[in-house]
């Protein structure tokens, strides 16, 4: 069980109403929600690191495109 301070326990029952879901249901989507954010983050800061430390590169956008449309069929 999770003990909200009682001005954060209101609106949280405003805002499942609002939703027409329940309060488990919302807020089991909330993390959810929460610790994928937290994945993505996790990520791409491993992306960052590769390309800080050389093992990955960036590839200019407009390479790229320019790359698809060349390529022959």
């Given at each position: 069980m999770?003990?909200?301070?009682?001005?954060?326990?209101?609106?949280?029952?405003?805002l499942?109403e609002?939703?027409h879901e329940?309060?488990?249901?919302?807020?089991?989507?909330?993390?959810?929600d929460?610790?994928?954010?937290?994945?993505?983050i996790l990520?791409?800061e491993?992306?960052?690191?590769?390309?800080?430390?050389?093992q990955?590169?960036?590839?200019d956008?407009?390479?790229v495109k320019a790359?698809?449309?060349?390529v022959?069929?």
């Amino acid at each position: 069980m999770i003990i909200f301070p009682e001005h954060l326990e209101q609106s949280f029952k405003q805002l499942a109403e609002h939703k027409h879901e329940s309060v488990d249901t919302l807020l089991a989507q909330l993390i959810e929600d929460y610790l994928e954010d937290y994945q993505d983050i996790l990520l791409a800061e491993q992306a960052i690191k590769r390309i800080e430390d050389g093992q990955d590169i960036l590839i200019d956008w407009q390479e790229v495109k320019a790359g698809l449309y060349d390529v022959e069929n």
